[in-house]
């Protein structure tokens, strides 16, 4: 006897919103992030040093938490183009007026947070994913 589909409920689908970019708060002030966060920051978490190449190809070793140790609310910043914000956080209180003066470039600023987590020893890589299957796929 064949089946017919008639008898099945139609399959129904949940509605999600549609997935927007992050777009960065363009009307960030400084004071956004609260003595309290950056204080709880450098209270719970160590630095590693890493080194900052800014305009003018000046470089200073700035203080900065390693990435492995970040709040997934301190990299939602960085992702949504608040790198000002998220540097506040994540650099020493120290040395967060002189990563502004040093004003770096995307690529630069990348160079340092790889050597942190290098220095941390942490791997900022790509996952290499699963190893393969050590049995044959095939039957013989």
């Keep these: ?3 017919t589909n008639a008898s099945r409920k139609p399959r129904t689908t949940v509605a999600r919103p549609a997935a927007r970019p992050a777009e960065p708060d363009e009307d960030f002030d400084e004071a956004d ?3 309290a966060e950056a204080q ?3 209270a719970v978490n160590k630095y590693v040093t ?6 003018d190809d000046t470089e200073e070793d700035l203080r900065i938490i390693p990435p492995g140790a970040w709040r997934q ?5 960085l992702n ?3 790198v000002d914000a998220f540097a506040k956080i994540v650099l020493h209180s120290e040395d967060y007026e002189v990563y502004l003066d040093l004003d770096p470039t995307n690529e630069q600023f990348g160079d340092m947070v790889s050597e942190a987590a290098e220095r941390a020893g942490e791997s900022l890589g790509k996952s ?3 190893a393969p299957s050590s049995r044959r796929t095939r039957r013989r």
């Excluded at 890493?50 to 305009?55: D, I, N, S, W, Y």
């Design 128 to 130: 290499s994913g699963p």
């Design 40 to 42: 709880e920051a450098e």
């Design 73 to 77: 609310s301190w990299q939602r910043l």
């Design 80 to 82: 949504s183009g608040q």
């Design 33 to 35: 992030i609260s003595e």
């Design 1 to 3: 006897m064949a089946s």
């Design 50 to 55: 890493a080194r900052l190449t800014g305009v």
